[in-house]
């Protein structure tokens, strides 16, 4: 997946390079970059020692020595005073920099820590909201792997607060699944009784409220009762059609409704748009991207086929028939599931934005899982 956020310790990563948040001097120090020379071993600044150090906001590579990552790009952060002396500006070009030589020595991928984030003093959010906006920028005309890594464990309660919306309406629905949960556990006998006295969470809805969700439920079940009998009443007369017309297995299942290839590609053909600009928006890299092109029997996953949809801002009855047609659906009884509803409902397409409230909140990402 070309951006992937991850909570790990940055020397385990198996990538071509890591990124090591170092100091002018590049001889070591605290924070990542005690880590990085401790596990990459004495070769490390061995090397180090030749390169005359390191201005801020540049960077330079060495080889990974006794580390899992081939090699080591080094680039110095700012030190955050008060956000006017062009930190930003300087943070932004050691991504730059970093991404442009991993560039030139053609590799594939490379993983980042929150460069300043640490000793340095910039405000992770902040600097974390750096790091994404370079690196995607840079994936727009670059096919890569970059990992940010997120080691801190306050970086995610940081993160969270940005989407305390997206926990009311996670809450809400768990509110809204206990109340079906309770009318449903009502026994039969009961029902009068507890129209009466409805069950109510925290003491929370009137009485008038309950009857009326109740009524409503009581609709949209049987809304979906009829139009379930209508397909079937289809299926069956088809099924009853084709054996009438001693019509083989194989012409029968050519006849059968589009696959989500066909409708992916027929979508993306009605917005002209291209194909690298929606595996882009999409957060998958190429190879799969073209896997899916030519593999008609190509089985994805969830979060691809999400991703997917989403990058075609497809509207949400849409992206439910290219999910059923995967096999797939959005259920209101998971958290992933609502964080991506949460955000179709409000017209919100951005994979990556989805990507870090998916992160806040613990789970997978979009993209090629
Ligand atoms: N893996 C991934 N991230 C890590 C790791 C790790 N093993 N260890 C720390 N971090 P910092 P800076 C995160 O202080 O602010 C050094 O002494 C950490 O949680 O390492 O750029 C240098 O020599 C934080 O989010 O770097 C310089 O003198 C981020 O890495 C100075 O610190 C950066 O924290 C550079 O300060």
Redesign the pocket.
Known sequence: MPLNIVR????KMNVDAIVN???ERLL????????IHRAAGPGLLAECRTLNGCRTGDAKITKGYDLPAKYVIHTV?PVYRDGRHGEEELLISCYRKSLEIAKEKELESIAF??????????P?QEAFDVAVSVIRDFLKDNDMTVYL?V??PD?LAISKKQFSEIREYISDAVVRRRMEAERYRTPEGNRTEARSAPPTVGGALPQSQVSGLFRKRKKDIQKKKTAAEGIHKAEAEQTEACFLSDESLSDWLKKSDESWQTMLFRCIDERKLTDPEVYRRANIDRKLFSKIRSNADYKASKPTVLALGLALKLPRKELDELLMKAGFALSDSNVFDLIISYFINRGEYDVMKINEALFSFDQSLLGNI
């Open positions: 790990n310790d940055i020397t948040a170092a100091n070591g120090g605290g924070g990542v970059d005690g880590a952060g820590p929150l460069i300043s984030a640490g000793v340095y003093g910039y992770k890594v080691f801190d970086m």
